[in-house]
């Protein structure tokens, strides 16, 4: 696998990690296209909020779980990048087998894409990582420490290093295939700019890249049942004013 495409993907996780734990902090940005980065960056981090927020409580209590299985030493000192970056690869490894079975099932990518399906899926390695470093953060382990923050962005690097190292391994194939990670602002504009479409059609076929949203339901199928009757009267009412108008 190429080093490019793993230090872009790690910058990708690193940047999403940062921005949704808002530790203020600021990473070292890979040697890329400042525009497609941007671009690949912002959709992917789009993606992994809408999994943060259909995810995150179910996912914090097994992430706090399993992380808090191999925080329980006392001493900072001995939580060397060594150590963090086995324990992390293992657990990205395990976690990554959870969200298929949960996420991933036949049901939900239904409507997607085989890039689109992948893409997701790399969403999701990153909301494990958001999670794992807000656990981190909130642990006992380092609460009380002055070096909190110090601390949590040096994890939030293993973290990201470890979800970039399972991305490069596990999805050669696809990114192959596709021709890396730029391909993603291929299939953004794909998506935006199909048959030439209104923008909230295409803001409704951009969502239904997202997993979890029903493309096929309409703003009113999804509405309040109780305001379609008061919609009818009053389209009644208006088309009484204009008749009796006329008739003056």
Not at 12 to 26: A, D, G, P, T, Y
Not at 231 to 247: C, E, F, K, N, V
Request: glycine share 4%; proline share 2%.
């Amino acid at each position: 696998m190429d080093k490019s495409l793993g230090s872009t993907i790690q910058g990708f996780s690193l940047e999403i990690i940062l921005s949704h734990v808002k530790l203020n902090k600021k990473p070292f940005l890979p040697q890329a296209s400042a525009k497609n980065y941007q671009i690949c960056k912002n959709l992917l981090s789009h993606l992994v909020t809408k999994l943060l927020f259909t995810y995150k409580s179910k996912y914090y209590e097994i992430i706090d779980s399993r992380i808090g299985s191999f925080l329980k030493c006392n001493d900072l000192n001995c939580l060397s990048q060594d150590f963090f970056v086995s324990k992390l690869r293992k657990f990205v490894k395990a976690m990554n087998a959870i969200i298929i079975e949960d996420i991933f099932t036949k049901e939900n990518c239904s409507i997607l894409s085989h890039p689109a399906k992948n893409w997701n899926h790399i969403a999701a390695l990153n909301l494990v990582g958001c999670i794992s470093v807000e656990v981190f953060y909130n642990s006992t382990l380092i609460s009380t420490s002055s070096n909190r923050k110090d601390l949590s962005y040096d994890f939030a690097v293993y973290m990201s290093e470890a979800i970039s190292s399972h991305i490069c391994t596990n999805f050669k194939s696809f990114f192959d295939l596709v021709g890396g990670w730029e391909s993603l602002v291929s299939h953004k504009n794909n998506i935006l700019s199909a048959r030439r479409l209104s923008k909230r059609n295409s803001i409704e076929i951009h969502r239904s890249w997202v997993l979890g949203y029903d493309s096929t339901a309409s703003d009113t199928e999804t509405g309040p049942d109780y305001l379609k009757p008061l919609l009818i009267a009053a389209s009644l009412g208006i088309l009484g004013a204009i008749i009796t108008l006329q008739r003056r």
